[in-house]
Structure formats: C-alpha cells, structure tokens
C-alpha cells in the first residue's frame, strides 16, 4: 500500500501524494487582484472588518474566528497532459550539451546537417543517449550516422545454450534499473521480448540496441552472459520456453559522419496543437493560470473570456507544463446531497461540516478518513507568493483514529501520512455524516483569511452496493471561507 505524507510546519503545509497541489511555478502567483475565485467572497467578507465596538481589525487581521460555506457554480478544470514523443525525461536542453556535441547539434538545426570526416572520442560520448534536444522552448529529434556498438539477439536451442553463461529474463540485473545497470535494462528489453503474444510467448525482438559508447556496466555483462532465458530459467521461477542469444557488434558507417536535427511539432507529441497561455485574453489567461495552480478554479461566475480557450481545439500551455481546460457546471440541486457548516466556535476555533442524503441513499467516493478525507486551506487575498504557500491542515482527532492516516513528527514539526485509498460511503436520508475540525497554529495556520476548495463525488439511484446499474454521479463543489484571528502567544 503506498503512503503519501503531509508536512506541515508553523505557517507552511507541504502536502504530497494525491493530497498535493502541482509543483510550484516559477512565475508570480495570481494575486488577489485578478485570482478568479476571489469574485465568490461575500460582501461582508470584502469590507474592512470591525471588532464589536466597530473598530476596524489591525492590519486587516480578523477579530473573531468564523467558518462560511459557499457552492461553486462552475468548476474550470486543468487535465495536465504528458507527450506521446519526445517525453520530459527524454530531452536534454542544449546548453547542458558539451563541445564537440553542442555544436554539432546547434548546426544541424541551423544549417540542416552537420558533417565532419572524424568522429572523435568527444563527439560520440556526447551524443551517447541522445534522442531530443530543447532549443529556446522547440525540441528536435536528433538523428545521426556515426559508429556504433550494436547489441542484437537470436533465437537460439535449448541444446546451443550453455547454462553457465545464461541468465534469466526475471534477473534483477534485467528487471529492476538503477544507475548502474540502466543501459544493461534498455540494451536486454530492446533485443528481448520476454512476454509476447495472446500466449505470452517470447523471443527475440527483430529490434537493436544501438549507442556510439559501449557502456561498461553494459560490457561487463556480455563479457558474463551469452544467454537470457524467458520467461525464467526454471531454478526459482517458471520453466523457461526459449532461449535468446545476444551478440555483440561494432558497426562504422564510415566518413562522412552526420548529424540531422529535425523539429518536433507540438501537434506531433501531444496529439493536437498546444497554445500559450499568453495569448488568451487577460482574464481568461488569469482563470487558467489559477485553475493550473490548484488543479481546478472553482468560483460563481463564469470565467470571462474563457470560451476562447474551451472552443480551441487545443491544449495550453502554462510555465512549461500542458493542459486540456475544462469548464463543468454543476446543479448542486441536481444532486440528492445536503451539505453545511454547523456548531461555529469563535472561542475554540473549531466548525462542524455535515453532510447527510435527500429523500434517497447515495455514496460518496473519497480519501481517508471519511466522509471527507484530509482537508487543507490556503491564505487568500495577501497576493504573496505562489498559490502553494501557507497551505493549513485542518485538524480533526479522526486522524489519529483512522487507520489509514498516521500522525507523526520529523524535525520537531508535525506529519501527516495518508494511505492512497479510496473509500465509499453510504449516506441513509435522516442518517447524515459530520466532522468537526479545529484550527491549530501548528498545524500552518495564521491569522488572516484563508479559502478551503474542495468537492464531494457523489453517486445515487439504481444499485448502490452492487455493480453501479442505473446510477447516476456527480461532483459537488463546495468552498469553506475562514476567518482566522491572531493566535496568543
């Protein structure tokens, strides 16, 4: 069972796992002046506010504790999407390159090709490895003709092999990378296909390995082994079916040696065009940078402008990353949920949020523990810092009560992990569910404003326990606003 943990520190929560925000941009944050969701607040909640004499708040900080609830009409989703080709992990940007390779690269995607009547030791180990290369944002497809070692594989007999020499498809040296072995993993599963075919049979590939540097972790390897045996090799594992000889070449084409750089359009690694954020309107723009930030925006009003972007028949892209938009509205009466705050207490800072069916059952789908999972919050209208900073934990003691959720501490500050579970809940009309939740300054909250957006999934109708007949689903989006006075030293 995986674990994702939660730190928190005095004023900071980091939270990873299925809890986690995406990474931090590196550009500025939306601030408060043109972050979308702040449209939503109340307008009490955007008034200065006063203490019971009708004096204003100190530095705009709240006098007295309060938790409100508010429900989203449209939800503005951010579907990160991964390239089909040239993926993150497979491209080198080119000012990491070295010389001779670097410039080798730039002219190829200058002037089309490069050539040269040597291919020297520096050359071949720079371009060892490299596939896609990233100039000022365009990523290209490097190719070229220089001398290679060539590792290939044949189908051999059992009666060709000799056991001493052979070593099995399910060997960790094959099957688990690390640092050393990595180029013996890509070299074996290039040449080898060990589960092939409707009857999982194996054999050689057809395909070859090829690299301009023979690796030495990669050549001490050929020099022990002759032979894989898949599926295993009968000692701890299954029989094995076939046997596949790897052989070992050094092919030179000969001079003149070349280097090609082709450019890899957008469209061609994802799969339709991607379009910069930028050139959307700015309020579009802005809805979709926050949506990006905290995986979804959820706000009242309909983002403005942002039909231009959901008419696209494209993906956008954001400080590097790629997203399709999505913009869901919800008919929070649709759905046969109730859902509200209840039992505020200023004096120890706590809230209850309850939930309970309409007329019929329904089930709720989320994290541990139920009914709502591990809930966090974040300061708003300070227009500082990334959209991740001073994420709270809201603490309830069904943490320490659930199994799934482990309470801790590392370097004096408080932990949270989270198993990565789902967990249904059957909510019975008359029957609802609660969880009170305190605010802690341990746990990173400080005075001022903070906003908790989150969403219930919710299935009802037709069979609940059984295979899902006949039910229909929703999400309900929910925010939870909390006003947060200073905490006495």
């Known amino acids: 069972m995986q674990r994702r943990t939660v730190l928190a520190t005095a004023g900071l929560a980091v939270v990873a796992g299925c809890l986690s925000e995406p990474s931090p941009s590196e550009t500025e944050s939306p601030t408060a002046e043109n972050d979308p969701s702040e449209s939503e607040r109340d307008d009490s909640e955007k008034e200065t506010d006063a203490d019971e004499d009708g004096a204003p708040d100190t530095d705009d900080e709240p006098s007295t504790f309060d938790a409100t609830l508010s429900f989203p009409s449209y939800v503005l989703g951010m579907d990160e999407q991964f390239a089909d080709e040239a993926r993150p992990n497979q491209i080198v940007a080119l000012e990491d390159l070295e010389a001779p390779a670097a410039d080798a690269v730039e002219a190829a995607i200058d002037d089309g090709s490069y050539e040269t009547e040597t291919a020297d030791d ?90 301009t540097v023979l690796d030495e972790h990669l050549e001490s390897f050929l020099e022990e082994y002759d032979y894989v045996a898949y599926p295993d090799d009968g000692e701890d594992g299954r029989e094995p079916e076939g046997y596949v000889e790897l052989e070992l070449d050094h092919e030179d084409p000969g001079p003149p040696y070349t280097v090609t750089a082709s450019r890899i359009a957008d469209e061609q690694r994802y799969g339709r065009p991607v379009v910069d954020v930028g050139t959307y309107p700015d309020p579009a723009a802005d809805a979709l940078r926050v949506a990006a930030d905290r995986r979804s925006l959820r706000t009242d009003e309909r983002p403005e402008g942002i039909d231009v972007a959901l008419e696209d028949d494209a993906y956008v892209r954001i400080d590097g990353d790629v997203y399709d938009p999505t913009l869901e509205t919800v008919d929070h009466d649709a759905v046969p949920v109730s859902l509200e705050i209840t039992d505020v207490d200023p004096e120890e800072r706590t809230f209850t949020l309850e939930v309970g069916s309409d007329g019929e059952p329904a089930t709720l789908f989320g994290g541990a523990p139920k009914p709502f999972g591990v809930l966090g919050a974040r300061p708003v209208g300070d227009g500082d810092g990334d959209a991740n900073d001073g994420r709270a934990i809201l603490w309830t003691d069904s943490y320490e009560e659930s199994g799934h959720v482990h309470v801790g501490e590392r370097d004096d500050e408080p932990t949270i992990g989270v198993n990565d579970i789902g967990i249904t809940t059957l909510l019975e009309p008359g029957d609802p569910m609660r969880e009170t939740y305190e605010v802690r300054e341990e746990w990173g909250f400080e005075a001022g404003r903070y906003r908790l957006e989150d969403a219930l999934s919710v299935e009802w109708g037709g069979d609940l326990e059984g295979l899902g007949d006949g039910t229909a689903s929703s999400t309900y989006p929910f925010v939870v606003s909390l006003t947060v006075p200073p905490f006495e030293s």
């Open 122 to 211: 520096d050359l071949l180990e720079g371009l060892f490895g490299l596939q896609y290369v990233d100039r000022n944002g365009t990523v290209y497809d490097v190719e070229y003709t220089m001398p290679e070692y060539v590792v290939s594989g044949h189908d051999v007999a059992e009666s060709e092999v000799d056991p001493d020499r052979t070593i099995s498809a399910m060997d960790d040296t094959i099957r688990m990378l690390g640092v050393d072995n990595r180029e013996i993993v890509t070299a074996v599963n290039t040449v080898l296909e060990s589960f092939r075919g409707p009857n999982g049979e194996g054999g050689a590939s057809g395909h070859d390995y090829r690299a």
